[in-house]
């Protein structure tokens, strides 16, 4: 097991007063020149590409970012903070969590970056057959419990399945039984994504509790895309005082003790444009990723107020107050 943690090439901080003395020193906190290569999450096989944009996010989301953990790291008995980077599934969460942790090493502030995606309780193939099992048994009993189900529809929404199209939406106009197949489907699968259901909160936010608490090593989960691809690594943060977590789930009240949540703002259909540009999973364009990614925008949606820092898709710095709500199911292809 791996017991190695990215590091500064200068002496990382130590004591509180040291740490957020750096910081201080660093104002007004512009964005030192990126190499083309820098340490990346922890995500094993992760596809991270960064890019002028990526870059430019990161370089504006710098100084209001420093601002909140100057009082964060003065508070902290162990000058430690945790920075949560959330947003749409695809919406370059990786990049940007990468492009400020390099930001705040090259000011002297040792920074780790730990990825939620290695925290559902499967490994993304299983759960995203979980996923469609979940969707597809709450319709099938929603349908049930109508009184529309007939041996007849069975067949039909048997073919629908295997076609992969049961949840296009644009097959249940006009269709009463499968719009209430589909409706049951989207609540059953609301109550599973983004929840403990779906992923091992309490195990990450054990881990960032030992981390504030002055752990000098934590034991980190990595998965992989097999079932034989889970392991854990113990990684050295004895010089870490920022934890950057990059997640979906990031502004979730299940995940316990950031410090500095960060909204990375965007509709579904520029969520589901950047995954087609990524190309990480398959069936990107079907109407079950379409649905995934509406339901996902929407738990998003009701926690944004919960953010310290916006960062809108063009790039621009928004009020969690004022931020944007367009972006829903009308918007993405296919749903």
């Not at 190499?35 to 996010?57: F, L, N, S």
């Not at 419990?145 to 399945?161: E, F, I, M, V, Y």
């Not at 379409?290 to 919960?306: K, N, P, W």
Request: glycine content about 10%; hydrophobic content about 40%.
């Amino acid at each position: 097991m791996s017991t190695e943690v990215d590091r500064v090439d200068a002496p990382a901080a130590t004591g509180v007063r040291e740490v957020v003395g750096i910081l201080e020193a660093a104002r007004p906190w512009t964005a030192s020149p990126v190499p083309p290569e820098i340490p990346y999450g922890d995500m094993p096989g992760d596809q991270v590409r960064i890019g002028a944009a990526q870059v430019a996010k990161a370089a504006t989301l710098l100084p209001p970012l420093a601002e909140e953990l100057l009082p964060v790291l003065a508070r902290s008995a162990c000058s430690r903070a945790v920075v949560a980077v959330a947003g749409g599934s695809g919406v370059g969460k990786s990049e940007i969590a990468s492009l400020l942790a390099f930001q705040l090493r090259s000011m002297g502030i040792g920074t780790y970056t730990l990825s939620g995606d290695n925290y559902p309780h499967r490994i993304p193939r299983l759960n995203d057959a979980e996923r469609l099992r979940v969707f597809r048994r709450g319709g099938l009993r929603g349908l049930i419990a109508s009184g529309l189900h007939t041996p007849q529809r069975s067949r039909a929404l048997l073919a629908l399945q295997v076609a992969g199209v049961d949840a296009d939406r644009g097959r249940a106009a006009g269709c009463e039984w499968l719009a209430v197949y589909q409706d049951a489907g989207r609540t059953s699968l609301a109550g599973y994504l983004g929840t403990r259901h779906e992923s091992d909160f309490a195990e990450l936010s054990a881990i960032v509790r030992r981390f504030t608490d002055g752990a000098d090593a934590l034991y980190l989960r990595r998965m992989g895309r097999e079932e034989a691809d889970v392991w854990y690594d113990l990684v050295d943060v004895s010089d870490v005082h920022v934890l950057v977590i990059e997640w979906t789930h990031g502004l979730s009240d299940a995940l316990v003790g950031v410090d500095v949540p960060i909204l990375l703002d965007s509709t579904p259909a520029e969520t589901l444009e950047h995954r087609r540009a990524r190309n990480r999973d398959g069936g990107v364009d079907s109407p079950f990723t379409a649905l995934v990614l509406e339901i996902e925008q929407e738990l998003l949606d009701s926690r944004a107020h919960t953010a310290r820092i916006v960062l809108s898709k063009g790039g621009e710095l928004r009020s969690p107050d004022v931020r944007r709500h367009a972006g829903r199911a009308g918007e993405v292809p296919g749903a």
